[in-house]
Each structure stands twice: as C-alpha cells, then as structure tokens.
C-alpha cells in the first residue's frame, strides 16, 4: 500500500523559530511536492524535486527552503516562522514516469505560529 | 502557465447526479486529473483523461474534451460520504513542469 508520512500532523511554533516539516514516502518515487493549503486559495505549490539533492521553485517559494538528501526523504524549513506561514502543509510524491503524474498526499501538518 | 476555474461550491441532493466543471487555459498539457479531499483528510486520486471523453469508474465519470478546453466530473447516486472538495489539475508537456490544481469545489450532499 502506498504511503506518505509527514512528520506531525498538528505544530504550534512562535514567531522567528525555525520549523522542519518532514516528509518521508515508501514507494520509491523520484518526484517530491510540498505544498500548503489555505481556505479559497486551493493548493499552492511551494518546491518539488525531481531526484535527490535536486530542488526547484514552485509558486511561492518565498520564506521557505528545502532539503533532499535522501530519495524517500523531502523536508520543508522555515527559516524563520512568520504568522502568515500559519496554514496546512501538504507533501506529495509521484513515479517519474507517466504523463498524468498522479500525485499521492501525506496526511498534512497543521502548522500554527504564534 | 496553466490555469484551471471550476465553481468553488455546489449543493446537491442525496441519490441525484452531479456535474463539477473545470475549464482550463494551457499552452500544452498531458491530460486532466480529479481528486477528491474530505475535511481534515489528504487528497486522493479519482479519475485521469489523456485523451477526449469519457472515463468511468463506478458511480464516478470524468470527461474531457480538448477543443473546448473543458472537463467535467460527474457524480451519479450520490451519496452523503461523496461530500468533500474536489480538484482539477493538469500536467503540462512544455518542460517537466509539475501538476497545477484549480481551487477546488466542495460539495455538499444533502438529504
């Protein structure tokens, strides 16, 4: 059975912390996603990767970094929390292959920061 | 860029037939995915159309046509568990571009 795990599913942090959201997936899969998701705005792309080490930008990257050292291992950082980083977290992994690039989700991290 | 616009709510009643639309902009793409997120849950992987029509799988169908640049997910016998969000999102074929996701629409079955 597939599986995407994320580290916490609920996280209260302050402001100005530093905040790794981990996310870790037993399918092999070369593709990795982060994503976070607010009411209205649908799911926001933050950084995917496509093999280890390798990292890139999606939509609003700004505030937030990544890591892959590992092929089933994609950790998100906030370098320092902001309140307007307050929202759910979503990670996701797909097969390199095939066209349709059917994602599988994690459970989600509900990250509040105070 | 790709965009997607599907209706942010729609209401239906338990037993009937609904249809979610999704209309697109893309300069180019693989095919049209749906996926469905219930309150609290992660979102799950319905249904793909590479090609123009229709796809079934059970009391869901998805459809796609590309020259009208619109897809629609149909809902048949609804049921109150079928209440949730439900995602359009298209893969793009310029680039190893990821998926792109409209906003998403909840459904609200009622009885």
């Known amino acids: 059975d597939v599986k995407v795990t994320q580290s916490s599913r609920y996280l209260v942090k302050r402001t100005g912390e530093k905040v790794f959201l981990e996310c870790v997936q037993d399918?092999?899969?070369?593709?990795m996603f982060w994503y976070r998701q607010d009411p209205g705005l649908g799911l926001r792309l933050i950084y995917f990767?496509?093999?280890?080490?390798?990292?890139e930008k999606g939509d609003i990257p700004e505030g937030y970094s990544v890591s892959r050292e590992k092929k089933e291992r994609f950790s998100l950082i906030l370098e320092s929390a902001s309140t307007n980083q307050t929202s759910m977290y979503l990670c996701?992994?797909?097969?390199?292959?095939?066209?349709?690039?059917?994602?599988?989700f994690g459970p989600g991290t509900r990250l509040t920061v105070l | 860029g790709q965009s997607l616009e599907q209706p942010s709510e729609v209401t239906a009643v338990e037993g009937a037939i609904v249809q979610i639309n999704c209309t697109y902009q893309?300069?180019?793409?693989?095919?049209l995915s749906w996926y469905q997120q219930h309150d609290g849950g992660a979102p799950t992987f319905l249904s793909y159309?590479?090609?123009?029509g229709l796809e079934e799988t059970g009391r869901f169908s998805s459809f796609l046509s590309r020259s009208d640049s619109y897809g629609y997910l149909l809902l048949q016998e609804l049921q109150m568990k079928d209440s949730a969000s439900y995602f359009c999102?298209?893969?793009?074929?310029?680039?190893?571009?990821?998926?792109?996701f409209g906003k998403g629409t909840r459904l609200s079955v009622i009885a």
């Open positions: 159309n590479g090609l123009d």
């Open positions: 996701a992994s797909s097969p390199r292959q095939g066209m349709g690039d059917t994602q599988y």
């Open positions: 399918m092999d899969h070369e593709n």
């Open positions: 999102a298209l893969k793009g074929n310029l680039g190893n571009t990821p998926l792109v």
């Open positions: 990767s496509y093999d280890v080490k390798m990292k």
């Open positions: 893309t300069s180019g793409f693989y095919g």
